[in-house]
């Protein structure tokens, strides 16, 4: 194989991060293979923790290059560079057009949707599994295609913590009381662009109490959109630091990689502090783990209540349809409390 890779993940921050595991095998596999991955702007800091030998080439979709000129740019770029396959985890039309302008051949991409016409390579979406495995089956479809004579192994995403990320972190551990080596505290992150994935709001404040009296400290984490939410929390439960907005993704990582446990809702979070080797738990409502986007690391664990309606949505949605979002009001904070406690117990020893 002479040509390098491109990766094509322009969806939300939390595939990028999945993405991760992908771009590990493809760098221990062709160590010296030139590797570039297209994201969204918002996702481009992400990418950086993935290693410096990575290109990173921005698709604006939604801004500077929306519409067919923008497309058409950054297809010359990626056509001018030193790359040949496509590896294509996002499914959809224009990350298909995209490949398929840039002149890459093969261009390998799973076997859904009326995109995958454009694919040289159809991959089955194999479901039940998780996407870390869906997406290492892309990237066995590219050895295959090159009669390679072992095949990649499957890896995790992990991520390089930066020294801007422990920087900014440095900045909210100092608010608990040590700069370099922070007390016990919990990672709270309430937020989800979706609202059917958010557990309520009087949910978190109650568990935000009793990790207080408990003696743990909390980290209200999120992006700028979570700012307001989380500072309300914060004054509700009359506990935490509201880090919502103040912390890049890089700066989130670094938190995370020293909290002795992530509370989140399915979003992206989730996937950033299992790719920095920090246990999680997961609170799926609309959404399961079925989908293969459950929380992946040591001591991770997903929760949720067992419904005849649910899952009702792939990504959750504006409201619930049933109009009672029992998936979520019906996990209780006591329930998240003990299970929280036994995953700090099973990780940490305390």
């Known amino acids: 194989m002479t040509g390098g890779v ?3 993940q322009t969806a939300f921050p939390g595939d990028v991060i999945l993405t991760g595991g992908l771009m590990r095998s493809v760098k221990e596999y062709w160590p010296n293979l030139p590797l570039a991955i297209v994201v969204r702007p918002d996702c481009e800091s992400i ?4 290693g410096p030998e990575i290109e990173v080439i921005i698709y604006d979709k939604r801004g500077a290059d929306q519409g067919s000129s923008g497309i058409r740019r950054v297809a010359r770029t990626i056509a001018d560079g030193p790359w040949e396959s496509a590896i294509i985890p996002h499914r959809s039309s224009r ?22 016409l454009l694919h040289t390579v159809r991959v089955p979406y194999r479901r039940g599994i998780h996407e870390v495995e869906r997406n290492h089956d892309l990237l066995l479809a590219l050895a295959d295609r090159i009669e390679t004579e072992s095949e990649p192994t499957l890896v995790l995403p992990r991520l390089i913590l930066t020294p ?10 100092e ?19 979706w609202p059917t994935k958010r557990w309520p709001f009087d949910h978190w404040v109650t568990l ?25 929390m914060a004054t509700a439960s009359g506990t935490g630091i509201p880090a ?29 502090a299992g790719s920095v080797g920090c246990p999680i738990v997961a609170l799926f409502g ?12 040591k001591g991770s664990i997903s929760m949720g209540v067992r419904l005849g309606c649910r899952p009702c949505r792939l990504h959750g949605g504006r409201r619930c349809p049933e109009g009672h979002f029992r998936c979520l009001t019906d996990l209780l904070p006591a329930r998240v409390l003990n299970t929280s406690v036994e995953v700090i117990r099973s990780t940490r020893g305390l």
């Open 208 to 232: 935000a109490e009793w990790y207080t009296q408990a003696g743990l400290s909390v980290v209200w984490i999120g992006g700028d959109d979570d700012r307001e939410s989380c500072d309300q």
């Open 47 to 50: 990418t950086e923790m993935m």
């Open 164 to 173: 801007e990320g422990k920087e900014e972190a440095g900045s909210i551990f």
């Open 175 to 193: 608010k608990l009381g040590r700069r370099l080596e922070p007390p016990p505290f919990i990672a709270l992150a309430p937020g989800s662009i």
């Open 244 to 272: 919502a907005g103040e912390l890049s993704w890089q700066g989130t990582a670094a938190l995370l990689s020293q909290a002795h446990v992530l509370v989140a809702n399915d979003s992206a979070p989730v996937h950033l």
């Open 286 to 297: 609309p959404t399961v783990p079925g989908f293969g986007f459950g929380p992946i690391g």
């Open 6 to 8: 491109v990766i094509i």
């Open 95 to 116: 990350s298909a057009i995209l490949a398929r302008l840039a002149g890459l051949d093969p261009r390998i991409g799973f076997a859904v949707g009326s995109s995958s």
